[in-house]
């Protein structure tokens, strides 16, 4: 990959937050960090099953991002989506029980790496169709807008899933019905291994959405300060402007792809040019040098998030495993469970749209 690919850091950096907010946004990257190499380890000791992808080297566009929501606005990612849960404030103990596949799991033990899910935290996963949230983000904008809510929606998804056919449909759809969604194309540089300029025919990926109508941002995802500030801003907007925003944030993830992932499309070099900007060490320098830390606060800092993650182990650990019998619990839906869009209905009085087929459906009404 060409040198010039590297990001460059903006002109003017970007002011700090109060000392409390920037310790916390500190604290969260390490959390994230420590669990992930964590996660890795187990992985590496037959733990967790399935697949395992780490988002190494792309927290500060987790926290970056999620910390310019409000606890309302609904998250959804990717299969690379631990942190999105962490960052929200799940309990790194049931986000390492769902790895280890475990009944004290966030999902029990069913849904694992790939497939965390928050509901009370608005986390709403977690997905390995790569492309497959983007059409279920434009969905909770219009759920949004349906219940006249101010709730934004932020939709993660990887610079490969902007070739996705779901992409054009749901910047169309965005745009046409005025979704207050925020996508935010996480360009890591590799749709697996395959190279941004290998695989789009357009590497500024901030422009995909506007012939759409969707106009695009970018920020440099390696600087937790720059990628809030224009979060911050494209969140504004879809929720003031009532608009979606499609943000590209610049970024890199210094492991492989999932842990299967040889690495031969790139070099060591090429990924140690990257890690001189690691964001954790750019934020952390910047916050000493201002004097809000010192070095033996960060040390600090790293070594809580460190006994965070050895907590989530053990509770993972000791967690069971479901029961056999307990195999198919949450798998199918029966009858009368099934609330889907006509629990619309139940929320306000009055006629709406659907109420005819909703009766329909029950064998009151027999067709027009
Ligand atoms: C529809 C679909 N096609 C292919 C895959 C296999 N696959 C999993 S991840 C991935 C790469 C996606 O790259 P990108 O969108 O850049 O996200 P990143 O993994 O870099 O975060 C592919 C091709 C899949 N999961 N779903
Ligand atoms: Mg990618």
Redo the contacts with the bound molecule.
Sequence with gaps: MADDLAPVPPATPRPLPEPDVAREWLATMFLIRRFEERAGEMYAKAKVGGFL?LAIGEEATIVGAARAMRDQDFLIS???SHGHALVRGTEPERVMAELFGREGGLCRGRGGSMHMFDLERRFMGGY?????NLPIAAGFGLASDYLGTGDVTVCT?????SN?GTFGETMNLAALWSLPVVFMV?N?R???GTAVERHSAVTDLKVKGESFGVPGLECDGMDILDTHAVMTEALRMAREDRRPVLVEAETY?FRG?SMADPEEYRTKEEVLRWRERDPIDLFASRLVEASVITPSDREAIDAHAQAAVDRAVEFAEASPFPAPESLYDDVYVLGRQVQGWYSVDERSPGVHRGEDERAMADGTVTGH
Excluded: E, K, L, S
């Excluded at 390995?128 to 497959?132: K, L, N, P, R, S």
């Excluded at 998804?157 to 899933?161: K, L, Y």
């Design positions: 992808h990717t299969y690379r390995g169709i790569v492309g497959g998804f990887g610079d490969g899933a996705q996480t890591n590799f749709g697996m993830r792809h």
